[in-house]
């Protein structure tokens, strides 16, 4: 069975810090990027972070810039999204998604670009 499976999340107090994983089941990782999204109920998803393939390419929202770092471990299949200084405002389940094809090598536009898998969330919670 061929899919995402995200773990880590929980519930942190506000300046505190989380490890999300993503890990792959049924398929090899390096063959493409992961993006993280978040949403919270009755909100639009939101894009959080990518990275490519090779892991050569990252991008952040700003809304993270300077907090989240996203990693990759090809040997492990697994990617990482490092949450330190967590705010309330980042309270929200967080889904990491696959893109293969030849969007693989880039982030530029990874928010709307098609996905060839996705996770199934695992939820945040930032509160004192």
């Known amino acids: 069975q061929l899919q995402l499976v995200e773990s880590g999340g929980g519930l942190v107090q506000p300046g505190g810090s989380l490890r999300l994983s993503c890990a792959t089941s049924?398929?090899?990782?390096?063959?493409?990027?992961i993006d993280w999204f978040r949403q919270v109920p009755g909100k639009e998803r939101e894009g959080v972070s990518c990275?490519?393939?090779?892991?050569?390419?990252?991008t952040y929202a700003d809304s993270v810039k300077g907090r989240f770092t996203i990693s990759r471990d090809n040997a492990k299949n697994t990617v990482y999204l490092q949450m330190n200084s967590l705010k309330p405002e980042d309270t929200a389940v967080y889904y990491c998604?696959?893109?293969?094809?030849?969007?693989?090598?880039?982030?530029?536009?990874?928010?709307?670009?098609?996905?060839?898998?996705w996770g199934q969330g695992t939820q945040v919670t930032v509160s004192s």
């Open positions: 998604a696959a893109a293969g094809g030849t969007s693989r090598y880039f982030c530029s536009g990874y928010v709307s670009r098609a996905h060839d898998y």
């Open positions: 049924g398929f090899t990782l390096d063959s493409y990027a």
């Open positions: 990275i490519s393939s090779s892991g050569g390419r990252t």
